[in-house]
């Protein structure tokens, strides 16, 4: 069976004791994964560790929105260039800790957004109690984007209606598999099959039933089961679905999907 991890960060800390034999347990168990970036180190770091199957995308969270500035989307745009690099992100914004600005995380989210335009690079978007103010950034961007996914989605069936609207993906992580999660699980519902992605944001979020332990891309075969049964289809079948998803928009090549 054929399962992606759109999104994990294997370069985070948490995978320093063991990091070759977790990459090798998901290139086992998937396809392939995106290993995302958050700042400009860790992009640096996603982009070092791509290989065969492995690929990275890379842009600066709206924790790091400060750092945003013309030398930053310089070093992103020249990450880029890699072959490897197959998407801008994540990028957004985060209003749930109030930490940085608004106004500025706004302003780092449509310098990348603009970079995603001028490269014709999906994004992939983080957005937390944020929703009224990402809409209306979308809303001027969502044309000149190649696609785009809202990662670990956070909202209602109505805004997925929006995000679709947007001809954007959207992506669940394992936080839909916990009971109390009844609102995500309508969403997942309400998403269709050809926008409908899964990942796991490793090393966060770990499905269950292994949660509470340290999350890793392999892990993202129990969010899938979860999703395959909201929607009543086999997991094989969601498998195909989201795999061919995934690989449509990142313009990942060679995989043998139409
Ligand atoms: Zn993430």
Redesign the pocket.
Known sequence: MGIVDT?C?LQDSAFDEDRDAVIERALTALDWLVV?G?DLESSRLALAMTRDRLYASVGVHPYHAEAVDGLAVDALRAFAGHAHVVALG?IGLDYHYGKVEPAIQQDALRAQLDLACELSLPVVI?NRDSHEDMAVVLDEYHERLPGGIM??FSGDPAFVQQCIGWGFHISFAGNVTFPKAGVLRNAAKATPLDRLLVET?SP?LAPQPVRGKRCEPAFVRHTLDCVAELHGLPAETLAEQTTANAHRLFNIAGCGIP
């Open positions: 999104h960060h995302v958050d994540e983080h990662h670990c944001d966060y």
